[in-house]
């Protein structure tokens, strides 16, 4: 969806939901990262399989980050403008365009 919003007039917008999907999505990359980093922790097997299982044990960890990421960098606020960090709601842009005055 193309949404440009506010001072910069920018469509790169990074939404409460994107930013959960994308705090998990990193947290469990860091898990499989950190798992192919160690494979001599379990002889025999590569780094794939190592990374692989890492995964399975960092889900719990990384399923707590995204809550807090967006309670601490978007606070009561629906979206992010990554082009100049202006923080709004969505429902209020809209009633105000519907209401304007």
């Known amino acids: 969806m193309n949404r440009q919003r506010l001072i910069c007039d920018s469509s ?12 998990l999505l990193i947290g469990l990359l860091n898990g499989a990262i950190e798992g192919a980093q160690s494979p001599h922790e379990r002889f025999g097997q590569s780094a794939l399989p190592c990374g692989l299982t890492a995964v399975v044990h960092a889900y719990p960890a990384a399923r707590k980050e995204p809550d807090e990421v967006v309670r601490f960098h978007l606070a009561d606020f629906d979206s992010l403008c990554l082009r100049c960090g202006a923080l709004f709601n969505e429902a209020a842009e809209i009633k105000e365009r519907l209401n304007p005055g």
């Not at 790169?12 to 705090?23: I, S």
């Open 12 to 23: 790169a917008v990074l939404t409460r939901d994107a930013a959960k999907g994308l705090t």
